[in-house]
């Protein structure tokens, strides 16, 4: 079975601050990752996705996440956090063979002025 | 090009009722799949629809169930409401079945059950 858990409910960094959310995953077979971000009120909307190749994935909004198989992670990283970057990310997996996302708890992000 | 919608935005009913939300998936999608978000949680995911069938299921009750039209629009309709069936309802809508394809959500349903 799959899963994933987002460490950290609620995070806050300083405006200009490196962004760092975390996720790991479990899988048994070769995973598919995606980061999805929702902002009050709205639905989500992808920011970056892994599938085969480059482990290092880079998505809108200057975001990116590196697949780390030994590390079973793929953590979520932004050099520099902007206000608009305040909402609940949610990392999710899936495998071939399922038409399922699992996603995780999610993780608040608050940028400080 | 409109993006996925959904109605009702917001739905107050009470225990026992049922609700019929709905969906209209982002333009070329076919495939139309609907979670279910509890405060404070992940999308848990229902069930998936294409070619107007039902494709594959999460682990929810049969009070739950849906339909896919030809034009792709779906609906979610939960029967015997429990306080529990409280959350926002979402749809996602994506094209065909291929490797990881991307989801497209809506901004969902708020369902309130008293």
């Known amino acids: 079975a799959q899963s994933v858990t987002q460490l950290g409910s609620h995070v806050s960094v300083s405006e200009g601050a490196l962004v760092l959310l975390r996720c790991n995953y479990s899988?048994?077979?070769?995973?598919?990752l995606f980061w999805y971000v929702q902002y009050p009120n709205q639905g989500l909307q992808l920011l970056l996705k892994y599938t085969t190749g480059a482990t290092l994935v880079k998505g809108i909004n200057g975001f990116e996440a590196e697949f780390k198989k030994s590390e079973t992670s793929f953590h979520l990283t932004k050099p520099s956090a902007h206000m608009s970057d305040a909402a609940e990310y949610f990392c999710?997996?899936?495998?071939?063979?399922?038409?399922?996302?699992?996603f995780g708890t999610g993780t608040r992000l608050k940028v400080l002025a | 090009d409109a993006g996925v919608t959904q109605s009702p935005t917001h739905l107050i009913k009470t225990r026992g009722q049922q609700v019929t939300l709905r969906c209209s998936p982002k333009s070329g999608h076919d495939t139309v799949s609907w979670y279910q978000q509890a405060l404070g949680q992940g999308p848990q995911f229902i069930f998936q629809y294409y070619e107007e069938e039902e494709r594959q299921r999460g682990n929810f009750p049969d009070r739950f169930s849906g339909h896919q039209y030809p034009n792709y629009s779906s609906e979610l309709n939960v029967n015997a409401l429990l306080l529990g069936d409280s959350a926002l309802y979402l749809c996602?809508?994506?094209?065909?079945?291929?490797?990881?394809?991307?989801?497209?959500f809506g901004p969902g349903t708020r369902l309130t059950v008293t």
């Open positions: 999710a997996v899936t495998r071939s063979g399922t038409y399922k996302y699992i």
């Open positions: 996602a809508s994506s094209q065909g079945s291929g490797v990881a394809y991307e989801q497209y």
């Open positions: 899988s048994s077979v070769p995973p598919y």
